[in-house]
């Protein structure tokens, strides 16, 4: 657990230092660029200044650290709020959309992986076997425009920009769960058949548990690379997210990455990376001490 | 091969559509054809009218032309970046593989620190911060694609290293450099080779991916094709629906194709072969 948290953290530090070197070795200069050709050089200099670049770059880094580490996350050069503020506000839909995403996914994907694997072999399990790896076979941006064109456009079941009813979360959700479900059914499936052959489950059967029992166990077994691949699939999820934002013109985290790029909000920039590198890194490490909760064997073997 | 599945030879078979279409308009491209060009009086007509056998984008380019283009110019961009991300993954996995500890645990420290990291968000900081083009974005994806390949070549390095027929290589006083990529490397090869063609389709998504994202590359890119078809979702569907297609096309080809390398490689592993 120490470990896994050390590690985290250790990821964190070098996201962070990455962060501040790929602004700051970036070719051309950044004040420049935020000001514009027309700004005089006295004003350059001014905003230079104001914004510590004028420092050594070890000593700007330093700062950048500590800054990090008291949460003062600098503010935002456009909006007049601090990164922190408008990444409070934004993170809401997002994390409201992965955690349905991911829930869901998870749900659905036991279901089928478990049913493929136990009927392995039979139509279904062509079936989905080809359904999972068509889908996944649509990248994100392209799955959700389609979705539209189907649910929206030709059938107008379903409406399509903003969240302002539950029945607007269906369509974004639906483009992040039928990539995961896709990814973690097919994960099951394997692993739930890897499971099977084991000879614990011929002395379970001979104990005379029923058909569901054992069932649940192998599943069970499984967990802790299922979880595995649920956090490793997590990085997808987010960017996934950021990107059904855009589609469907809500105002989470990837609306405000996107606009920050647009309009060259540097301290935004970094910090909404900074920001979504840690959540993730968090999951991540909450993930590696769930496991070793779930299977003993983990942590003895560490 | 005759012991490939189904889907391995339905992988190929796309695969190899898609690399003739990729070459042949690389060919006629450079002998007969000029690039798409933009032309506002033919923007966004429907497929078979006019002349266009899939209609036009937002700008009057045919999107057949602009398709295939996508096609090149993705197709070339993944090799490249699959195959230096390959070879440097082999290298630094031979190192940590059978360097001195020292070495092989700097090298599988930095390797890790990336492989936990998620790859789009590094490339969409490293692509935004840096305004390059199809270049950097080559470098980016190699520096944040080759630890994948090292942990498995690190894995296969380590299974072979103490094989019978590598110890009498070193018997007989082999170099480290010639055992390293004359006895072990043709062993690892098949292993490295399914991770290439799965790397090559996660290429093309991570690129068409900032494409969509309006970060840089290639103005051919699939990703920057679907942003603009999903402003004129309404007027123009088809925009979407063809693209799409295309790019799922070369993706699943190359999917079933690795998967179906990967199950004949390993008889233990539980895909099916029909």
């Not at chain 2, 110890?167 to 170099?175: D, H, M, T, V, Y």
């Amino acid at each position: 657990m120490i470990k896994s948290l050390l590690k985290g953290l250790v990821t964190a530090w070098f996201v962070a230092t990455a962060a501040f070197f790929c602004l700051r070795l970036s070719p051309g200069d950044p004040v420049e660029r935020i000001l514009g050709a027309q700004a005089r050089p006295e004003q350059i200099e001014l905003y230079r200044t104001s914004l510590g670049l004028d420092l050594p770059i070890m000593t700007q880094y330093r700062v950048f650290l500590t800054n990090l580490v008291q949460l003062d996350w600098g503010k935002s050069l456009f909006k007049d709020k601090t990164v922190l503020e408008l990444i409070r506000e934004a993170m809401v839909p997002t994390a409201t959309l992965a955690v349905i995403a991911v829930s869901l996914a998870f749900v659905l994907a036991s279901l089928l992986g478990v049913y493929a694997a136990k009927n392995r072999g039979n139509l279904i399990d062509h079936l989905l076997r080809f359904l999972t790896l068509s889908a996944l076979s649509f990248p994100i941006f392209s799955l959700a425009p389609i979705l539209i064109i189907l649910f929206a456009i030709e059938l107008g079941w379903l409406p399509v920009s903003e969240l302002i009813s539950p029945l607007h979360y269906i369509l974004p959700c639906l483009s992040l769960i039928i990539p995961l479900t896709s990814v973690l059914s097919r994960v099951i499936r394997n692993q739930y058949l890897e499971s099977t052959g084991e000879p614990w489950i011929n002395v379970l059967r001979a104990k005379g548990l029923g058909d569901g029992a054992i069932t649940f166990r192998i599943y069970k077994v499984c967990l802790p690379t299922i979880l595995n691949v649920v956090s490793m699939q997590l990085s997808v999820v987010l960017a996934g997210a950021m990107i059904t934002e855009t589609i469907f013109d809500i105002p989470g985290l990837g609306k405000l990455l996107l606009g920050a790029i647009e309009n060259r909000d540097y301290p935004l920039v970094q910090g909404l990376i900074i920001y979504t590198s840690l959540i993730y890194l968090l999951l991540y490490v909450i993930t590696d001490i769930v496991n070793a909760k779930i299977d003993p064997r983990l942590e003895s073997a560490k | 091969m005759r012991n490939l599945s189904l889907e391995a030879k339905i992988g190929s078979v796309l695969c190899a559509f898609y690399f003739i279409w990729g070459i042949s308009f690389a060919i006629w491209l450079n002998f007969f054809g000029q690039a798409p060009a933009p032309d506002m009086t033919m923007e966004l007509i429907s497929p078979f009218k006019q002349g266009f056998l899939l209609g036009t984008d937002i700008y009057g380019r045919s999107l057949f032309a602009m398709l295939s283009a996508g096609v090149m110019h993705s197709l070339g961009f993944a090799f490249a970046t699959a195959l230096s991300s390959a070879s440097i993954g082999v290298v630094a996995g031979g190192i940590m593989a059978l360097a001195g500890t020292r070495i092989s645990s700097f090298i599988e420290g930095i390797a890790n620190a990336i492989y936990i990291f998620p790859t789009v968000l590094i490339a969409i900081m490293i692509m935004s911060l840096w305004e390059g083009g199809t270049f950097t974005l080559w470098v980016t994806l190699v520096a944040v694609g080759w630890p994948g390949y090292a942990r498995i070549a690190r894995g296969e390095f380590l299974r072979v290293r103490n094989m019978p027929y590598v110890e009498s290589a070193r018997a007989i006083g082999q170099s480290p450099v010639k055992l390293f990529y004359k006895t072990m490397l043709p062993a690892i090869m098949p292993v490295i080779i399914v991770q290439l063609v799965l790397g090559l389709s996660g290429v093309i998504m991570s690129e068409s991916t900032l494409g969509f994202l309006g970060l840089g590359t290639s103005e051919y890119s699939w990703g920057e094709l679907l942003s603009m078809a999903k402003d004129v979702i309404l007027e123009a569907p088809f925009i979407v629906v063809t693209t799409s297609l295309t790019m799922a096309g070369i993706i699943l080809g190359l999917n079933l194709l690795g998967d179906g390398l990967r199950d004949a490689l390993d008889p233990r592993s539980t895909g099916d072969k029909t």
